[in-house]
């Protein structure tokens, strides 16, 4: 070869290099061996996710990340191959990051990581590092850190375990602590080294642990464990942090939701569910803040803390319109975070993550999750791991698109991953029926038809409705005098009714009722008790009864089987005098016979039969039981008088309100009853008795205009209205009022009159006596407790003419 062609060959060899050289680029290398279980797998899934969120910080690019997992089983040659190309590919100014999580193991000669498929070698994997030119950098976040560090320590190799002594076999803390300082300010390691230990140790103490793991670095021919005082920060690799996407996307993006006080970005929530009944909450939110308002309202910020059996913020920063990043002050006791600086147009980030106990074990698994805050969501990602063996079913609603759905199995668990786009805020507005949702909401159950669930709950509270001789000889007693089976089980409702109602809602208790027995001789019981007791008692009577499931004062959906319920009452069928059945629910002590307290009307109810179950939607007894009287007297001269009579759900109200209050109480409490109806009223005199509240008021110069009560023109102040409207727990209901006028002077006699709206009726007489005497009687008969938006124009109209008609007929006198 000549001259010639040995210098395109030594020039072709040399751009080779140089290409070679160019393209290198740093490399991290993220191995996590076996778990062990899936809260461990889910541990390491959230190191995996903020070390691929810190690491491009650093100026590590996302394609030179390689993550080897459980989820994707991997063995050694899939690892020593990674390594190869790394080698190949690696430059002698660029890094290498290698970070080991999971099962390790010490043996006397040598240390292994348990890999899904197989075991690797630690010597092994050193040798394959020291192949590789450039920094080095390792993290052992693994048991036997001390000893793997060891075989893994070379001059040229910084080395960072979580132990600084042999046989520390205990998976570490350390990373909890240590990988959310990645990207701190400054490029020094020890600083974040040294605060990772400090917390670490404060957790272990707060947690009742006796130490917790001292983290110690090998560097050059130096082993330092904490505190750190023979290495310098001048000694090992630089962290070199660089902006992240939250300060880097500061002032660089117009609020797509101007119009709003403040609205999230991007939210992430993970929640796992554990067969123990336990479930580990995770949840990011990007907070972008529009006014002034809003900027102060999250000055300070409350997250869920209570009732969590472990708590951790895990970020909590805010950002400002020029790009600076604030922490956020975190207050571990209370779970509050406060921010300093913020104005329209900043931003705010907090995550946090959280256990605790969720009820019912996953042998009934359910669970109805409300997607919507008070404000909108750009972005919600909600990941939902359960056990690998348990498949979900899901339903959800009131959405403004269908949200994006996968399924993902790992090694434990499954996962189901839901994306939704663009979720409105939601406030949710007075009177709204209660018995159905309006709001977004996704419900999700490991059952796929209800005679799962009533066969799982059959075997629960099998034989807690076993009754003795004991009960029968109660509900001979009750029954004495009483000739039929209603009176009979009026008399056996009334007792249970005013059984002291007492509950300890854990464990077992929490779903089986005691003994009908037990429940006597006690004197009290929840409402599963005094229903079970109920039926027992009209068994030995030879009234069929049945106790019922119901989601009391919420939305139950009979199209999906799911645990749904929190309370238990009575379901008689055949009863003679109501045709439907009767449901009777003596829980509150407070319900007359044969009304229902509130809450209950309106809903599907779960009947439990000796065949299985079948829903029924509740009725009240005797709807036409609901009425309120309200009777004046205005006389020139004389203290007004009024009595009041309420009857059914109205009775209920007053009973709650009413007792155990002192006089001075009662009379503050009328006061104000009466202050809605007659502004300016004063009240001189009352009394409670009986089935009526009577009393005098201050003499009027002239009689004064009565007011419908609040509960029935309140709901219907606005114009307009695109939801429905529920009165009176959605009961039907009659409202009557007598106003008597004497003594003030002649007045023309107005026209009696009749109308109709939807489901509303009023009608007004009035008569004339001697000595001018007036009477005006109204009756509003709503046939249904709830006014569908349609009929809404009407119905408001029809009421402001019954309230407006009686205030002219006072004017009249002024």
Known sequence: MGKRGISRLLTALLLSGVT??????????????????????????????????????????????????????????????????????????????????????????????????????????????????????????????????????????????????????????????????????????????????????????????????????????????????????????????????????????????????????????????????????????????????????????????????????????????????????????????????????????????????????????????????????????????????????????????????????????RAYVLEFAKLPGYVPVPWLPADRLFHPYLRMSALKEWQEFTDWYAKLIEGSDIAGSDVEQLAVRLAQGANSNAEKLEKLYDYVNALRYDTTPIGIRGLRPRLPGQVIESGYGDCKDKATLLVALAGKLGIEGYTALLNRAGAADPNFPSWQFNHMLAYFPELEGFPEGLWLDATDTETPFPTLPPGDVNRPALVLTPAGGAFRTVKPGRPEANQLTQNFIFERGRDGQFTFNAQGIFKYRERHAFKLKPAEQLGYLLQSELAELIPGAGLKTFRLGGADTSGTLEPAGTPPAVLLPGFLWKPFALPARSLPVALNDGQPFTFRRTVSIQGYGKLEQAADWKESAGPLTVEVTRSAGENGRYKTDMVIRFSAGEVAPADYPAVRRLLLKALRSDQAITAQFR
């Open 20 to 413: 070679a050289y160019l393209a290198a680029a740093d490399h991290a290398l993220l191995l996590f061996a076996k778990a062990g279980d899936e809260a461990m797998f889910r541990k390491f899934d959230t190191y995996r996710r903020q070390l691929e969120a810190g690491l491009p910080r650093l100026g590590f690019g996302k394609e030179a990340i390689r993550v080897f997992t459980e989820a994707s089983p991997y063995d050694r040659q899939a690892v020593l191959a990674e390594l190869d190309k790394i080698a190949a590919a690696q430059g002698p100014s660029d890094r290498l990051w290698v970070f080991l999580f999971g099962h390790a193991q010490s043996g006397r000669l040598t240390q292994w990581l348990k890999l899904p498929k197989g075991v690797l070698n630690i010597t092994e994997l050193a040798r394959r590092l020291d192949r590789i030119s450039g920094e080095q950098l390792v993290f052992v976040f693994t048991p036997y850190s001390y000893e793997l560090q060891e075989a893994l320590k070379k001059p040229e190799r910084t080395v960072i375990a979580s132990a600084s002594a042999e046989g520390e076999s205990n998976p570490p803390k350390l990373p909890d602590f240590l990988l959310k300082k990645l990207s701190v300010p400054g490029e020094g390691w020890l600083d974040p080294v040294r605060q990772a230990a400090l917390e670490n140790s404060a957790a272990a103490r707060q947690a009742g642990l006796y130490q917790a793991e001292s983290p110690r670095i090998t560097a050059g021919n130096k082993a330092d464990a904490y505190p750190f005082t023979a290495l310098t920060d001048a000694e090992l690799p630089a962290r070199r942090a660089r902006p992240d996407s939250f300060r880097a996307a500061a002032g660089k993006q117009a609020a797509p939701l101007p119009g709003v006080p403040y609205f999230s970005r991007e939210r992430e929530v993970e929640l796992i569910f554990d067969p123990n009944g336990t479930v580990t909450e995770t949840e990011r939110n990007v907070i972008e803040l529009n006014t002034p308002d809003a900027a102060r309202q999250f000055t300070v910020l409350y997250l869920p803390r209570a009732g969590s059996t472990e708590f951790e913020v895990l970020t909590a920063r805010s950002l400002d319109k020029t790009g600076k990043v604030n922490d956020g002050e975190i207050a571990k006791a209370t779970g509050s975070v406060r921010f300093s600086g913020l104005e329209p147009g900043s931003r705010i980030e907090y995550a946090y993550r959280r256990r605790y106990r969720a009820g019912n074990g996953l042998g009934a698994f359910s669970r109805l999750l409300t997607l919507a805050l008070n404000y909108p969501q750009q972005k919600l990602k909600l990941t939902l791991s359960v056990p690998k063996a348990l498949r979900l079913n899901f339903k959800y609603g009131n959405l403004p698109a269908v949200p994006q759905f996968r399924e993902e199995t790992g090694p434990y668990n």
